[in-house]
């Protein structure tokens, strides 16, 4: 079955860099587009990033534009996004999500793991 | 990429139904087929409901379903049962590889 596995998630500082990593299986992982997503504390879901199958440009919303990059290794089935220049609005479980290909909905969620910016 | 707008919250009582809107524009919800919808659960990973404004994943009860008019989308519930308490959010294609979520609507069963 399909299963996405989140991890490289912690405490940061203002201003410093984590990379996460998603580790899929269960799936064709070099056919499938993948999504980062994030919720802040008491807060909603926010698209954070998109990486196409191709690989090629990442596409991400304003927020994080410039700060973030996603990227993916297809010889290990691995997914990362690298935060760079943290805010404290980073903060967030940050969750890896395949794409459903053909419609743009997200299919499959990974458990999602906990990045806190705080000095 | 502003959130698309959905009430904070809503409620019924069981087997009552309810329905839930998302109101975008004509850049996302109204200008897209690509329209889904999620319910999360406190702690647990989003589920999807509704793909492609109306059509339900495998699994997904049929008291579940989805709709479009112009750049609202809506999702309705009937027969309602506490299960079905949680989160839910729309989601809509808003063009060039990019995406938004609406704020969200907590469901409470009465």
């Known amino acids: 079955q399909v299963q996405l596995v989140e991890s490289g998630g912690g405490v940061v500082q203002p201003g410093g860099s984590l990379r996460l990593s998603c580790a899929a299986s269960g799936f064709t992982f070099s056919s499938c587009g993948m999504h980062w997503v994030r919720q802040a504390p008491g807060k909603g879901l926010e698209w954070v990033t998109f990486?196409?199958?191709?690989?090629?440009?990442?596409h991400s919303a304003d927020s994080v534009k410039g700060r973030f990059t996603i990227s993916r290794d297809i010889s290990k089935n691995t997914l990362y996004l690298q935060m760079n220049s943290l805010r404290a609005e980073d903060t967030a479980v940050y969750y890896c999500?395949?794409?459903?290909?053909?419609?743009?909905?997200?299919?499959?969620w990974g458990q999602g793991t906990l990045v806190t910016v705080s000095s | 990429q502003s959130a698309l707008t959905q009430p904070r919250s809503v409620s019924g009582s069981p087997g009552q139904s309810v329905t839930i809107s998302c109101t975008g524009t004509s850049s996302d919800v109204g200008g897209y087929k690509y329209i889904s919808w999620y319910q999360h659960h406190p702690g647990k990973a989003p589920k999807l409901m509704i793909y492609g404004v109306s059509n339900r994943p495998s699994g997904v009860p049929d008291r579940f379903s989805g709709s479009k008019s112009g750049n609202t989308a809506s999702l309705t519930i009937s027969g309602l049962q506490a299960e079905d308490e949680a989160d839910y959010y729309c989601?809509?294609?808003?063009?060039?590889?990019?995406?938004?979520f609406g704020g969200g609507t907590k469901l409470t069963v009465l």
């Open positions: 989601y809509s294609y808003a063009g060039s590889y990019t995406w938004v």
């Open positions: 990486i196409q199958s191709t690989g090629g440009n990442d």
């Open positions: 999500v395949k794409d459903k290909h053909g419609d743009f909905s997200l299919d499959y």
